[in-house]
């Protein structure tokens, strides 16, 4: 079964799935207001669940790095949940490249080369957003490529952990705006 709850950030509402145990989804709700939300029947787990992730989340918008992190369950083929994996590992105020990140899962494979773009597409179904830090994945030219919160938000959580944006740029053209 999947509970639901929400969060009211700074950058706006944020859903919260979770299996009852585990957080299972934390994204930007673009269309939901708190006033709205149905009410959450979710077990004492989930409740844990949720709870722990609000007290991170509060802990993170107040620009501090989290020393902790929730129960969370990362659902997706193999590919998918190493790149989240990898993505967890970039520090606090930190970015990493696509290409960094594909070189990680060609040397944990053993295999000569991994694309970036599908690293790109993995980055993409991260169903944990913010928590596994995919704000923090930009383009080897320092572009900052798309964010399913909106670029918006992309930019201000890399703000928010005091990244050096000075050789980061949003580009104003192409598929991942």
Known sequence: MQYIDYYESPLGVIELLSDGD??????????????DAPENHAGEAARAAFETTKRWLDQYFQGEAPD?????????????????EI??????GQTMTYGEIA???????????????????????????????????VGA????????GGMDRKVALLEL??????????????TAL
Request: hydrophobic share 35%; with cysteine.
């Open 22 to 35: 585990h957080l299972t989804g934390l994204s930007f709700n673009n269309d939901s207001h708190l006033e």
């Open 68 to 84: 902790f992190t929730p129960p969370l369950r990362i659902t997706g083929s193999d590919f998918r949940k190493m790149v989240c």
């Open 87 to 92: 993505m967890s590992s970039i520090p606090y």
């Open 103 to 137: 070189a990680i899962v060609a040397r944990r494979r053993g295999i000569a080369r991994m694309s970036a773009q599908a690293v790109g597409g993995a980055v993409g179904h991260n169903p944990v957003s913010i928590i596994v830090p995919c704000h923090r994945v």
């Open 141 to 148: 030219n320092g572009s900052l490529t798309g964010y399913g």
């Open 161 to 174: 952990e005091k990244v050096d944006m000075t050789k980061l740029f949003v580009p104003t053209k192409g």
